[in-house]
């Protein structure tokens, strides 16, 4: 329990080690809990900034949604509109068409029935010829009641 | 306690609270002192080879311990040494940042040294007290402390060394008047130059006593607790050994508790000191 040398002793080897703490220790250490805490920080502002960045990406993406569902709708009404339009010129361009169609099976029918008309005219007047030929039982000169049997036919 | 015959209590006890001290005795020459009054007659000018050794082994410990986990220092996610002197060295730092307010890049790998290397010597209360004195003797040594800090050589020593910082600091702060004025002109002080020079030789009592008590009291707290828990510990070791259990792991509890609650107070006061001397009044 003496006082003595040991102090000095103590004294000198408490000097070498706070400096060797201060020298070899302390900084490193310190140092990197400083980075680690500002890492962390960095972190946490970087959460914080990607989710305030998400937020505003939801936003953007739903004023497209809401573009888009009004550009839909602008296109769907327009086609309902043209589509309209293209039934009502089919509708009259079938008509027209039609009308045309008729007019002319109708011209046809006419030209077919002065055809006819005009066959049957002309087997009416063989058949009245033939028929007089047998009735009268004589020779009926062909060439020469020709002009008879036209003027017949003409008459039918 | 090399004698054949088995010693009494009182040996025991005497000699578990003796240093091994080298130095000159007047008589016997440069060497070991073989009892308590050989290494009181050697007086100052010789040194407690047991405390030099243990304190000197503990402190290089603590820096080499430390000084790996800094070298291998990974800001992402630590290892257990490293989350170990981590929490270690932030407590310490928030400590001397909540007390010291000045710049000094000494104080807080102070703080860091006085903790630990206190702790570590602290500790060595814990091995058992006959452990390594046994050891020792059968190698020869006839006696043999293992707790530094139950030498007052050594908390002298560091409450001495902290004191010198404190008046550096002081006068390198304040300058030589500065602190010449803090012992006199403190805590009384009057507008009136005659009562004023009745006052200073009472603030100088008063603040010198005060600086003074600083290191002593500093230096004793600590061993005192260290000396009486080991002293306890050896008074323990008294009793038959199937019944000493039954004190000695109650008391090692508590201790573990008075050794960490020492060095932080160690701690703490020297960070108050050091704040004190760097305030400007």
């Known amino acids: ?156 | 306690m090399a004698s054949s015959q088995a010693p009494t209590s009182t040996e025991y006890i005497q000699h578990h609270l003796q240093n091994l001290v080298f130095g000159y005795h007047p008589e016997n020459g440069l060497g070991i002192a073989h009892s308590g009054a050989e290494a009181a007659q050697m007086g100052f000018w010789s040194i407690n080879l047991d405390s030099m050794f243990f304190s000197l082994v503990l402190g290089a410990f603590f820096i080499w311990l430390f000084k790996k986990a800094a070298d291998n220092f990974n800001t992402g996610v630590p290892g257990h040494l490293q989350g170990c002197v981590e929490v270690i060295v932030e407590f310490v730092d928030t400590n001397v940042r909540d007390t010291f307010h000045a710049n000094n890049p000494v104080i807080a790998p102070m703080a860091l040294t006085i903790f630990v290397w206190i702790f570590l010597m602290n500790l060595m209360d814990l091995v058992p007290v006959d452990f390594v004195p046994r050891l020792g003797e059968a190698i020869g040594i006839p006696y043999m402390k293992i707790v530094p800090s139950t030498d007052v050589n050594v908390t002298m020593g560091l409450s001495l060394s902290v004191f010198v910082l404190m008046i550096y600091y002081s006068i390198k702060v304040k300058g030589g008047m500065g602190f010449v004025k803090e012992l006199t002109l403190m805590p009384f002080g009057s507008s009136n130059p005659v009562v004023q020079a009745i006052f200073i030789p009472v603030n100088l009592l008063l603040e010198g006593v005060s600086l003074i008590s600083k290191p002593i009291s500093l230096a004793l707290r600590l061993f005192g607790n260290m000396y009486a828990g080991e002293l306890i510990f050896i008074l323990i070791a008294l009793l038959p050994f199937w019944a000493q259990w039954a004190l000695s792991v109650p008391w090692a509890i508590f201790h573990i508790l008075v050794i960490t609650l020492q060095a932080f107070i160690f701690m703490m006061l020297t960070i108050v000191y050091m704040a004190m001397a760097h305030e400007h009044h």
Not at chain 1, 51 to 60: D, F, G, H, V
Not at chain 1, 93 to 103: F, H, N, P, V
Not at chain 1, 120 to 125: D, F, I, T, Y
């Open chain 1, 1 to 156: 329990m003496n006082l003595n040398l040991t102090l000095l002793g103590q004294a000198i080897s408490f000097a070498m080690f706070v400096y060797f703490c201060m020298k070899y220790v302390w900084p490193p250490i310190i140092n990197g809990l400083r980075e680690r805490q500002a890492l962390i920080a960095g972190g946490l502002a970087d959460a914080e900034k990607s989710s305030q960045k998400r937020e505003e990406a939801e936003a953007e993406i739903a004023t497209l949604l809401q573009d888009a569902k009004v550009q839909a709708a602008d296109i769907v009404a327009k086609a309902q509109k043209r589509g309209n339009e293209i039934v009502e010129t089919s509708k009259d361009a079938a008509r027209t068409e039609g009308d045309r169609l008729k007019l002319s099976a109708q011209a046809e029918i006419d030209q077919e029935v002065i055809g006819a008309r005009e066959g049957l005219r002309k087997q009416v007047g063989s058949l009245a010829v033939e028929g007089a030929r047998r009735i009268l039982g004589s020779e009926v000169d062909q060439s020469k009641h020709n002009a008879v049997i036209d003027d017949l036919v003409k008459q039918l």
